[in-house]
């Protein structure tokens, strides 16, 4: 994946080492009130659509975002679980060239006619865009210089992410269009919750973020939490035969020393994430 844009600020890749975010006194979105929108008519039909407003709805109370907690701010914002507020289909098509002081305009203009919520001190917009669709910013050019960013507007009334598609060269490094989208978009949400003004959580060296400093490492995540790429596991499970002696296992994986974990809903669907730094582990979790 190319640099990922915060704000305005390019970010170049840089060893993890040493990295450790400080907090600069700004604000924090405590409890997430996420609003997903999604800019054009070719959104009515994309399935892409109703997966990531699924990946929202599981994201506001998930393990990743429960990572985020080592962020608060004792005594005034502690960081926990949100909300999926709403979620905003435009059938109009944007231009097929739009700067980030377009994609300003565009959100205030929604808010004020209101079609979408207004924001409080937890909102944080994410804005969609159709295959195509091109967008600027101080320079650099999405899918060829960055497929993801989250700013704020200079009143501060405004905390949002633009996500590119994510099915361009230089964007789709996962499996499928959904993994590479679902990794972008948490990677800019657990900035813009920890880091929303531009002015909360960054490595002081770097100006990285949480998600810059791990950028593109992933893991995938559902509802029972994380599986880990390693590790020493045990096996266990029951077996059934049918008439011609086939067997049928039922296996469950479970890391060794560890209680079983709670198995996810059988329809549970598992989700693509970026890593995030902690300071806690000083590693890339």
Known sequence: ???VFVGTTP?????????????HGGPLLANVKLITIYWG???VADPLRTQLDEFADFFVSSSLLDQLAEYSVAGSQTIGHGTHAQTLLVTSDPPANLADADLQSF????????TLEAPDGNTVYALFLPAGVTVLLNGAQSCRDFCGYHSVTPDGQIVYIVDTYDDCAGCAFA???LDSST???SHELCEAITDPHLDGWFDDNTGFEIGDICEPQTKVINMA???ASSGSYAITGTGTADAAGTITA????TPQGAPPPTPPPPTGQSWVVQKEWSNAEGACV
């Open 183 to 185: 990794a972008v978009f």
């Open 175 to 177: 499996a499928n269009v």
């Open 1 to 3: 994946m190319p640099h």
């Open 225 to 227: 939490g994380t599986l």
């Open 250 to 253: 039922n296996l469950t994986l």
């Open 41 to 43: 008519s070719v959104w």
């Open 107 to 114: 959100l205030t203009q929604q808010i004020a006619n209101g």
């Open 11 to 23: 970010r170049k890749k840089v060893s993890a080492a040493g990295a450790q975010l400080t907090y």
